[in-house]
Protein backbone atom coordinates (compact mmCIF):
# COMPACT_ATOMS: atom_id res chain seq x y z
CA UNK A 1 0.00 0.00 0.00
CA UNK A 2 0.76 3.51 -0.63
CA UNK A 3 0.14 6.46 1.93
CA UNK A 4 -0.48 9.71 0.71
CA UNK A 5 2.67 10.91 1.26
CA UNK A 6 4.28 8.52 -0.85
CA UNK A 7 5.72 6.28 1.51
CA UNK A 8 5.16 2.68 0.40
CA UNK A 9 4.43 0.06 2.71
CA UNK A 10 4.64 -4.00 1.96
CA UNK A 11 2.74 -6.50 3.85
CA UNK A 12 4.24 -9.98 3.49
CA UNK A 13 2.36 -13.38 4.59
CA UNK A 14 3.62 -15.06 7.60
CA UNK A 15 5.44 -18.14 6.59
CA UNK A 16 6.87 -20.78 8.69
CA UNK A 17 11.18 -20.63 8.14
CA UNK A 18 10.37 -17.79 5.56
CA UNK A 19 13.29 -15.11 4.40
CA UNK A 20 11.24 -11.88 3.08
CA UNK A 21 12.65 -12.94 -0.36
CA UNK A 22 11.00 -16.54 -0.05
CA UNK A 23 8.24 -14.85 1.35
CA UNK A 24 7.56 -13.03 -1.78
CA UNK A 25 8.50 -16.09 -3.87
CA UNK A 26 5.82 -18.02 -2.07
CA UNK A 27 3.47 -15.11 -2.63
CA UNK A 28 3.82 -15.18 -6.59
CA UNK A 29 3.49 -18.78 -6.77
CA UNK A 30 0.18 -18.52 -4.86
CA UNK A 31 -0.94 -15.57 -6.97
CA UNK A 32 -0.15 -17.30 -10.25
CA UNK A 33 -2.88 -19.96 -8.58
CA UNK A 34 -5.52 -17.08 -9.20
CA UNK A 35 -8.46 -17.64 -11.79
CA UNK A 36 -9.06 -14.59 -14.06
CA UNK A 37 -5.75 -12.68 -13.04
CA UNK A 38 -3.00 -11.47 -14.89
CA UNK A 39 -0.65 -13.22 -12.34
CA UNK A 40 -0.48 -16.66 -14.23
CA UNK A 41 2.52 -15.36 -15.94
CA UNK A 42 4.60 -14.08 -13.22
CA UNK A 43 7.85 -15.34 -13.04
CA UNK A 44 10.01 -15.95 -9.82
CA UNK A 45 12.73 -14.79 -11.70
CA UNK A 46 11.66 -10.93 -11.24
CA UNK A 47 12.05 -11.33 -7.65
CA UNK A 48 16.05 -10.86 -8.65
CA UNK A 49 16.14 -8.09 -5.98
CA UNK A 50 14.41 -8.14 -2.62
CA UNK A 51 14.43 -4.63 -1.99
CA UNK A 52 11.85 -3.63 -5.02
CA UNK A 53 8.57 -3.33 -3.76
CA UNK A 54 6.18 -6.01 -5.21
CA UNK A 55 3.59 -3.32 -6.34
CA UNK A 56 6.21 -1.90 -8.76
CA UNK A 57 7.37 -5.64 -10.28
CA UNK A 58 3.53 -5.84 -10.93
CA UNK A 59 3.92 -2.73 -13.27
CA UNK A 60 6.83 -3.68 -14.49
CA UNK A 61 5.08 -7.29 -15.63
CA UNK A 62 1.82 -5.05 -16.47
CA UNK A 63 4.49 -3.14 -19.03
CA UNK A 64 6.32 -6.56 -20.10
CA UNK A 65 2.74 -7.36 -21.07
CA UNK A 66 1.91 -4.07 -22.97
CA UNK A 67 5.46 -4.51 -25.10
CA UNK A 68 3.93 -7.18 -26.57
CA UNK A 69 0.59 -6.08 -27.18
CA UNK A 70 2.47 -2.44 -28.79
CA UNK A 71 4.76 -4.86 -30.89
CA UNK A 72 2.06 -6.63 -32.01
CA UNK A 73 -0.19 -3.60 -33.10
CA UNK A 74 -2.91 -1.35 -30.96
CA UNK A 75 -6.06 -2.22 -32.65
CA UNK A 76 -8.65 0.30 -34.33
CA UNK A 77 -12.49 0.92 -34.51
CA UNK A 78 -14.71 2.04 -36.48
CA UNK A 79 -16.67 4.47 -34.63
CA UNK A 80 -19.79 6.14 -35.45
CA UNK A 81 -19.69 10.19 -35.66
CA UNK A 82 -22.33 13.17 -36.12
CA UNK A 83 -20.94 16.69 -36.80
CA UNK A 84 -22.25 19.57 -38.79
CA UNK A 85 -19.44 19.84 -41.84
CA UNK A 86 -19.10 22.02 -44.31
CA UNK A 87 -18.88 19.49 -47.03
CA UNK A 88 -21.07 16.50 -47.66
CA UNK A 89 -19.10 12.98 -46.03
CA UNK A 90 -21.42 9.75 -44.82
CA UNK A 91 -25.06 9.96 -44.13
CA UNK A 92 -27.13 13.28 -44.45
CA UNK A 93 -29.27 13.34 -41.42
CA UNK A 94 -32.54 14.72 -42.81
CA UNK A 95 -33.76 16.21 -39.42
CA UNK A 96 -30.66 17.40 -37.62
CA UNK A 97 -30.41 19.05 -41.27
CA UNK A 98 -33.75 20.94 -41.21
CA UNK A 99 -33.13 21.75 -37.50
CA UNK A 100 -29.60 23.28 -37.04
CA UNK A 101 -28.91 24.20 -40.72
CA UNK A 102 -32.11 25.78 -42.50
CA UNK A 103 -30.26 29.17 -42.17
CA UNK A 104 -26.61 27.87 -43.19
CA UNK A 105 -27.14 26.01 -46.88
CA UNK A 106 -23.39 25.89 -46.45
CA UNK A 107 -23.54 23.07 -43.83
CA UNK A 108 -24.18 19.54 -44.04
CA UNK A 109 -25.07 17.60 -40.72
CA UNK A 110 -24.03 14.23 -41.10
CA UNK A 111 -23.28 11.20 -39.55
CA UNK A 112 -20.55 8.95 -40.81
CA UNK A 113 -18.05 6.14 -39.55
CA UNK A 114 -14.12 6.86 -38.75
CA UNK A 115 -11.40 4.09 -38.54
CA UNK A 116 -9.64 5.24 -35.00
CA UNK A 117 -7.48 3.43 -32.49
CA UNK A 118 -10.08 5.28 -29.76
CA UNK A 119 -11.29 2.46 -28.51
CA UNK A 120 -12.93 1.84 -24.65
CA UNK A 121 -10.02 -1.11 -24.39
CA UNK A 122 -7.14 1.61 -25.39
CA UNK A 123 -8.63 4.38 -23.26
CA UNK A 124 -8.56 1.69 -20.17
CA UNK A 125 -4.79 1.51 -20.81
CA UNK A 126 -4.13 4.98 -21.51
CA UNK A 127 -6.09 5.86 -17.95
CA UNK A 128 -3.99 3.02 -16.41
CA UNK A 129 -0.80 3.97 -17.74
CA UNK A 130 -1.42 7.60 -16.43
CA UNK A 131 -2.48 6.21 -12.83
CA UNK A 132 0.95 4.13 -12.26
CA UNK A 133 2.84 6.93 -13.72
CA UNK A 134 1.79 9.08 -10.03
CA UNK A 135 2.12 5.83 -8.00
CA UNK A 136 5.38 4.11 -9.27
CA UNK A 137 8.53 5.03 -7.41
CA UNK A 138 11.38 3.27 -9.83
CA UNK A 139 12.88 5.39 -12.71
CA UNK A 140 12.91 2.41 -14.79
CA UNK A 141 9.35 1.82 -14.70
CA UNK A 142 8.36 6.02 -15.12
CA UNK A 143 10.38 6.08 -18.13
CA UNK A 144 8.63 3.24 -19.70
CA UNK A 145 5.53 3.87 -18.74
CA UNK A 146 6.21 7.72 -20.44
CA UNK A 147 7.57 5.86 -23.64
CA UNK A 148 3.78 4.24 -23.86
CA UNK A 149 2.20 7.51 -22.89
CA UNK A 150 3.84 9.07 -26.30
CA UNK A 151 2.50 5.87 -28.46
CA UNK A 152 -0.96 6.14 -26.81
CA UNK A 153 -0.88 10.00 -27.17
CA UNK A 154 -4.10 10.28 -29.36
CA UNK A 155 -6.26 7.92 -26.83
CA UNK A 156 -8.60 9.68 -24.72
CA UNK A 157 -8.86 8.43 -20.89
CA UNK A 158 -11.40 6.66 -19.30
CA UNK A 159 -14.29 8.68 -17.74
CA UNK A 160 -16.45 6.16 -16.27
CA UNK A 161 -13.74 2.67 -15.81
CA UNK A 162 -16.33 0.60 -14.88
CA UNK A 163 -18.73 1.26 -17.16
CA UNK A 164 -16.07 1.15 -19.71
CA UNK A 165 -15.26 -2.05 -18.72
CA UNK A 166 -18.38 -3.56 -19.43
CA UNK A 167 -17.69 -2.35 -23.02
CA UNK A 168 -14.95 -4.72 -23.41
CA UNK A 169 -15.01 -6.87 -26.37
CA UNK A 170 -12.82 -9.65 -26.25
CA UNK A 171 -13.21 -12.02 -29.34
CA UNK A 172 -10.44 -14.06 -31.31
CA UNK A 173 -8.57 -10.37 -32.87
CA UNK A 174 -8.26 -9.19 -29.23
CA UNK A 175 -6.85 -11.93 -27.47
CA UNK A 176 -3.77 -10.26 -27.05
CA UNK A 177 -5.65 -7.75 -24.89
CA UNK A 178 -6.50 -10.13 -22.15
CA UNK A 179 -3.88 -9.71 -20.00
CA UNK A 180 -3.04 -6.24 -20.23
CA UNK A 181 -6.56 -5.64 -19.42
CA UNK A 182 -6.35 -7.92 -16.70
CA UNK A 183 -3.44 -5.81 -14.99
CA UNK A 184 -5.90 -2.53 -15.92
CA UNK A 185 -8.77 -3.86 -13.47
CA UNK A 186 -6.45 -4.97 -10.71
CA UNK A 187 -4.92 -1.87 -11.09
CA UNK A 188 -7.93 0.58 -11.29
CA UNK A 189 -10.08 -1.30 -9.12
CA UNK A 190 -7.05 -1.32 -6.39
CA UNK A 191 -9.09 -3.04 -4.16
CA UNK A 192 -9.98 -6.30 -6.46
CA UNK A 193 -8.74 -8.72 -4.15
CA UNK A 194 -9.34 -7.07 -0.73
CA UNK A 195 -11.43 -4.78 0.44
CA UNK A 196 -9.43 -1.49 2.58
CA UNK A 197 -10.57 1.76 3.34
CA UNK A 198 -8.19 4.39 5.63
CA UNK A 199 -7.90 7.91 5.56
CA UNK A 200 -3.73 8.10 5.18
CA UNK A 201 -3.68 5.66 2.49
CA UNK A 202 -3.86 7.23 -1.07
CA UNK A 203 -3.69 3.14 -2.98
CA UNK A 204 -3.53 -0.29 -1.72
CA UNK A 205 -3.22 -3.03 -3.41
CA UNK A 206 -3.99 -5.97 -1.19
CA UNK A 207 -4.80 -10.00 -1.61
CA UNK A 208 -7.48 -11.96 0.66
CA UNK A 209 -4.47 -14.57 1.98
CA UNK A 210 -8.48 -16.61 2.41
CA UNK A 211 -8.78 -16.49 -1.23
CA UNK A 212 -4.90 -17.06 -1.91
CA UNK A 213 -4.29 -20.27 0.46
CA UNK A 214 -7.86 -21.74 -1.11
CA UNK A 215 -6.25 -21.37 -4.79
CA UNK A 216 -3.01 -22.90 -4.00
CA UNK A 217 -4.47 -25.82 -2.18
CA UNK A 218 -6.86 -26.51 -4.43
CA UNK A 219 -4.29 -26.08 -7.29
CA UNK A 220 -1.93 -28.79 -5.44
CA UNK A 221 -5.01 -31.15 -5.51
CA UNK A 222 -5.65 -30.82 -8.81
CA UNK A 223 -1.87 -31.54 -9.76
CA UNK A 224 -0.55 -33.45 -6.93
CA UNK A 225 -3.34 -35.93 -5.84
CA UNK A 226 -5.21 -38.70 -7.28
CA UNK A 227 -8.68 -37.71 -7.05
CA UNK A 228 -10.04 -37.27 -10.68
CA UNK A 229 -13.00 -35.04 -9.89
CA UNK A 230 -12.08 -32.29 -7.94
CA UNK A 231 -14.04 -28.61 -7.87
CA UNK A 232 -13.69 -25.35 -6.64
CA UNK A 233 -16.06 -23.22 -5.50
CA UNK A 234 -19.08 -25.78 -6.11
CA UNK A 235 -22.53 -24.48 -6.10
CA UNK A 236 -24.78 -27.11 -6.89
CA UNK A 237 -26.46 -27.43 -3.36
CA UNK A 238 -28.47 -24.66 -1.55
CA UNK A 239 -29.11 -24.76 2.55
CA UNK A 240 -32.93 -24.65 2.17
CA UNK A 241 -35.89 -24.47 -0.59
CA UNK A 242 -38.37 -21.76 -0.85
CA UNK A 243 -41.72 -23.37 -3.04
CA UNK A 244 -39.18 -25.83 -4.86
CA UNK A 245 -36.59 -22.96 -5.48
CA UNK A 246 -33.52 -22.87 -3.31
CA UNK A 247 -32.06 -20.41 -1.01
CA UNK A 248 -28.77 -19.87 0.38
CA UNK A 249 -26.27 -20.94 -1.97
CA UNK A 250 -23.75 -23.70 -0.58
CA UNK A 251 -20.23 -23.34 -1.89
CA UNK A 252 -17.64 -25.58 -0.69
CA UNK A 253 -13.91 -24.53 -1.25
CA UNK A 254 -13.11 -27.89 -2.39
CA UNK A 255 -15.28 -30.60 -3.36
CA UNK A 256 -13.73 -34.34 -4.37
CA UNK A 257 -15.58 -37.37 -6.00
CA UNK A 258 -18.95 -35.66 -6.41
CA UNK A 259 -19.00 -34.61 -2.85
CA UNK A 260 -17.77 -37.49 -0.94
CA UNK A 261 -14.82 -35.58 0.27
CA UNK A 262 -15.61 -31.85 1.20
CA UNK A 263 -12.96 -29.48 2.37
CA UNK A 264 -12.55 -25.48 3.62
CA UNK A 265 -9.62 -23.99 3.57
CA UNK A 266 -9.16 -21.21 5.96
CA UNK A 267 -5.67 -19.11 6.27
CA UNK A 268 -5.65 -18.64 10.24
CA UNK A 269 -2.83 -19.93 12.49
CA UNK A 270 -4.36 -22.64 15.12
CA UNK A 271 -3.17 -22.39 19.13
CA UNK A 272 -2.80 -24.45 22.19
CA UNK A 273 -3.93 -21.39 24.11
CA UNK A 274 -7.22 -20.62 22.50
CA UNK A 275 -10.65 -22.40 23.07
CA UNK A 276 -10.73 -25.47 20.56
CA UNK A 277 -7.33 -24.50 19.37
CA UNK A 278 -8.76 -21.84 18.03
CA UNK A 279 -11.03 -23.86 15.33
CA UNK A 280 -14.45 -21.45 15.20
CA UNK A 281 -17.79 -22.49 16.27
CA UNK A 282 -19.46 -21.21 12.87
CA UNK A 283 -16.58 -22.68 10.76
CA UNK A 284 -17.87 -26.35 12.16
CA UNK A 285 -21.59 -25.00 11.61
CA UNK A 286 -20.50 -24.30 8.26
CA UNK A 287 -18.91 -27.86 7.50
CA UNK A 288 -22.28 -29.29 8.88
CA UNK A 289 -24.26 -28.15 6.66
CA UNK A 290 -21.94 -29.32 3.38
CA UNK A 291 -21.51 -32.77 5.17
CA UNK A 292 -25.49 -33.07 5.47
CA UNK A 293 -26.54 -31.71 2.24
CA UNK A 294 -24.14 -33.27 0.20
CA UNK A 295 -25.73 -37.31 0.66
CA UNK A 296 -22.93 -39.10 -0.14
CA UNK A 297 -20.22 -36.93 1.85
CA UNK A 298 -17.90 -39.23 3.78
CA UNK A 299 -15.18 -37.35 5.16
CA UNK A 300 -14.86 -33.50 5.92
CA UNK A 301 -11.81 -31.19 6.47
CA UNK A 302 -10.96 -28.54 7.55
CA UNK A 303 -7.45 -27.04 6.05
CA UNK A 304 -4.92 -24.29 7.69
CA UNK A 305 -1.58 -22.88 7.13
CA UNK A 306 1.05 -24.92 8.66
CA UNK A 307 2.79 -22.89 11.31
CA UNK A 308 5.02 -25.20 14.00
CA UNK A 309 1.55 -27.10 15.32
CA UNK A 310 0.22 -29.97 14.29
CA UNK A 311 -2.97 -30.65 16.37
CA UNK A 312 -4.76 -34.17 15.61
CA UNK A 313 -8.18 -32.77 16.30
CA UNK A 314 -11.16 -34.97 14.72
CA UNK A 315 -14.35 -34.77 15.39
CA UNK A 316 -17.58 -36.67 14.45
CA UNK A 317 -20.86 -34.91 13.60
CA UNK A 318 -23.37 -37.93 15.01
CA UNK A 319 -22.24 -40.10 18.04
CA UNK A 320 -22.17 -43.27 15.66
CA UNK A 321 -19.16 -41.70 14.27
CA UNK A 322 -20.54 -41.22 10.72
CA UNK A 323 -19.81 -37.63 8.65
CA UNK A 324 -15.80 -37.16 10.48
CA UNK A 325 -14.20 -33.63 10.30
CA UNK A 326 -10.27 -34.02 10.42
CA UNK A 327 -8.19 -30.80 10.70
CA UNK A 328 -5.34 -30.87 8.21
CA UNK A 329 -1.91 -28.33 7.80
CA UNK A 330 -0.64 -27.68 4.57
CA UNK A 331 2.44 -26.09 4.23
CA UNK A 332 2.82 -23.72 1.55
CA UNK A 333 7.03 -23.63 1.71
CA UNK A 334 7.30 -27.08 1.10
CA UNK A 335 3.69 -27.53 -0.95
CA UNK A 336 2.94 -30.45 1.20
CA UNK A 337 0.14 -31.90 4.08
CA UNK A 338 1.97 -32.35 7.16
CA UNK A 339 0.93 -35.09 9.75
CA UNK A 340 -1.82 -36.12 7.42
CA UNK A 341 -3.11 -36.22 3.84
CA UNK A 342 -6.88 -35.91 2.38
CA UNK A 343 -7.95 -39.59 1.63
CA UNK A 344 -11.33 -41.19 1.81
Not at 51 to 70: A, G, H, N, R
Not at 167 to 179: A, G, P, S, V
Request: charged share 30%.
Amino acid sequence: MQTKDGTTIEILPKIKNATTEKSKEILIKMLKTLKNSPFKNLSVANLKSSKIPLFEIFISMFLEELTVLVRNGIKSDYISKEENLKFLKGKLKISEQIKYNTIHKERFFVQYEEFISNRVENRLIKTTLQFLYNKSKLNKNQQRIREFLFVFDEIEISHNIKTDFLKIKLNRQMKDYEQVLLWCKTFLFENSFSPYKGNDIAFALLFDMNLLFESFVYSYLKKSSNFQDIKSQDRTHYLAYENGIGRFRLKPDIVINGGKIIADTKWKILSEDKAYNGVLQDDMYQLYSYGTKYANCEKIYLIYPFDELIIKNSYNYFKNKELKLDILFFDVYKKEFKGKNIEL
